[in-house]
């Protein structure tokens, strides 16, 4: 028996994936969202080519971390600087960029190569409710 390879041309149509950010915990969510931008959930999933779907996650600022990961967890900057290192937790995150947090961990769990940028720029997050996709027609996903 031999593993069948898809190949560009095969590929099939991107579909669009609407996530409710408010409705899950962020390590569960992020599992989901990074396995549709790869393409994990179709049956001509190829490791070495993107073969993934749009998703739009809406209420990113409501997202639910467990514990006290809101203020224990950091987020750590770096400007090349000595003594320029600043220090975030979840909660200020969350305030000054609600999106970051979504995008964060969707990214750890992409691969660490060159299809990660291509598969990250179909990711859209928004704080809100509203988004500006509703002409694709979103399919909601469970999480």
Known sequence: MRTTLVKKVDMNEKKWFLVDASRGNL?????????????????????????????????????????????????????????????????????RRPCFLIEHAVKGMLPKNKLASAMLKKLKVYAGETHPHEAQNPIPLEV
């Open 27 to 95: 390590g569960r969510i992020s599992v989901k969202i990074a396995n549709v931008l790869r393409g994990r959930h179709k049956v001509t999933y190829t490791p070495h080519m993107d073969d993934g779907d749009f998703v739009v996650v809406v209420n990113a600022n409501k997202v639910h971390l467990t514990g006290k990961k809101d203020e224990d967890k950091d987020y750590m900057f770096y400007a090349m600087y000595q003594g320029n290192e600043k220090r975030f937790s979840s909660k200020e995150m969350r305030t």
